[in-house]
């Protein structure tokens, strides 16, 4: 960017060098008239997403009604805040050495490719991974709520082979 002074100004014994400088992006603001009531958030946004304090001196200067009440959290600047999560590179994790100690489970659902019936009415599947030994055992559910009955099962079986679940 190239900041031009191009008008010299003569002044009684020196020179004053000024510039022209447009405002762009902020054009929201002349379609708010004086008197004009509207939110927190409205002003905050129209003015770059500043802070609640700067939207509510700057309605002031452009004589802005503000409606009563908070400034609840707004979307973009908690898009703009947001970030990731870092994906853990480095772990403590001791992997389990006893078969049966730490057991990975995760449930799906299980989506017909058209409505009509097949008779196939389990609709998740419920999946369990062994930590130490890699073997999954799976069941298919009608409901979310047959999971801790079929783990509870499981959890006994698995003691009828001397495998303890803690
Ligand atoms: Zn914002």
Excluded at 38 to 45: F, G, K, L, M, S
Excluded at 83 to 108: L, T
Aim: aromatic share 10%; proline share 3%.
């Amino acid at each position: 960017m190239k900041l031009l002074f191009e008008h010299k100004i003569a002044t009684l014994d020196s020179y004053l060098f000024a510039g022209f400088m447009q405002r762009v992006g902020v054009a929201a603001l002349p379609a708010t008239p004086a008197g004009r009531t509207i939110t927190v958030n409205d002003a905050h946004a129209k003015l770059g997403h500043c802070s609640k304090a700067l939207a509510r001196k700057a309605a002031q200067y452009y004589d802005w009604k503000l409606m009563r009440g908070g400034m609840p959290p707004c979307e973009e600047c908690a898009t703009g805040k947001g970030r990731q999560k870092d994906v853990v590179k480095d772990s403590d994790h001791i992997p389990s050495e006893v078969m049966g100690e730490r057991f990975y489970i995760d449930i799906a659902s299980i989506k017909r490719e058209n409505s009509e019936d097949t008779g196939y009415s389990k609709m998740f599947w419920l999946l369990a991974v062994d930590e130490y030994s890699h073997m999954k055992f799976l069941w298919f559910l009608s409901r979310k709520s047959e999971l801790s009955g079929v783990l509870r099962d499981f959890v006994k079986k698995c003691k009828g082979h001397n495998i303890n679940i803690k």
